[in-house]
């Protein structure tokens, strides 16, 4: 069954406190797991910080592609009717809660150290500046993703792990969407032209296909303009019970 984006938001604030993370716990069926694996915010941190939205290091390109995709995330209709529209902005945050193994005690909830690789740093600009879209009539996901000087491999370019980073984002929140629960079980990247530093590119997955517990999702990143390839990929996730994440088997 394809996960909505409601059911996801609802269990996201079903997880607003510690007792519901408990009884979520208590019911291992249940999306939590989906905001554990994704770093969702929780009422237990005072402050979150939504990444996804635009920073004063976003360039024109990062700007213009957010606001073509942000556009289309409401229409309004005639007589200034607002509607959901085609494209969702899925919000993003820096922190991974870590359960025990065991389940229903949880030892040290958060571990205040942990965050999400992707969102590491609170400076602007300097490593992933990236921000995910889905649609849902289409099945797909883009991520629109500005790189940061942190991330060279190449003298003046983006690092290969790096750009597997974001792909793996991508191609994993589409999946997660689609599927619950994943993990990536296997990643084939072609590389086929780096990837300046400071550029912004767009990634595009959409589905191929499900097969029982494997969903197989395609993926590519073109620059900005849509006119040079840089990869292109296929991505196998294997759907996962919530007991698998906790016990971390
Ligand atoms: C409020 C709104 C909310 C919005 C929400 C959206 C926001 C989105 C934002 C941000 C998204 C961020 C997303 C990040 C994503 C990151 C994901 C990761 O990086 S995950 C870490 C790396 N991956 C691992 O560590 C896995 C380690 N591996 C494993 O755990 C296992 O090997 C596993 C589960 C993959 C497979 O385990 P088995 O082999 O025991 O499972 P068996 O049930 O036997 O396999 C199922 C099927 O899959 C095939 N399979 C398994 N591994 C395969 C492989 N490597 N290649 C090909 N096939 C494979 C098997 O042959 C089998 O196929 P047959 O059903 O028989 O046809």
New binding site residues.
């Given amino acids: 069954m394809a996960w909505s984006?409601g059911r996801?938001?609802k269990s996201?604030q079903r997880l607003g406190s510690l007792s519901s993370v408990q009884s979520q716990l208590s019911h291992p069926a249940t999306s939590g797991s989906?905001?554990t694996?994704?770093?969702?915010p929780s009422s237990c941190f005072s402050k979150t910080r939504d990444f996804s939205l635009p920073n004063s290091s976003w360039g024109p390109e990062m700007m213009r592609l957010y606001k073509h995709y942000n556009s289309q995330c409401e229409v309004v209709m005639e007589g200034g009717v607002k509607q959901e529209g085609p494209w969702r902005r899925?919000?993003?945050y820096n922190r991974v809660l870590k359960y025990a193994t065991g389940g229903v005690y949880l030892n040290k909830i958060i571990q205040s150290k942990a965050r999400?690789f992707?969102r590491n740093t609170g400076d602007p600009g300097v490593a992933f500046e990236y921000v995910?879209f889905?649609n849902r009539e289409e099945q797909r996901c883009v991520g629109i993703f500005q790189a940061g000087h942190l991330l060279e491999g190449p003298p003046g370019h983006v690092h290969g792990g790096a750009t597997a980073t974001m792909i793996?984002?991508?191609?994993?929140?589409l999946?997660?969407?689609l599927s619950g629960p994943?993990?990536?079980?296997?990643l084939n990247i072609n590389y086929r032209k780096p990837i300046p530093l400071g550029s912004t590119v767009l990634l595009e997955s959409s589905l191929d296909r499900k097969?029982?517990?494997?969903t197989f999702i395609t993926s590519k990143v073109t620059s900005s303009d849509g006119s040079k390839l840089h990869t292109d990929t296929t991505a196998?996730?294997?759907s996962?019970s919530f007991s698998?994440l906790l016990l971390g088997s």
């Fill in positions: 984006l996801i938001c996201v989906v905001r694996m994704l770093g969702l899925l919000p993003s999400l992707t995910l889905f793996d984002t991508v191609t994993g929140a999946a997660l969407i994943v993990v990536t079980a296997n097969e029982g517990k494997k196998l996730f294997v996962i698998n």
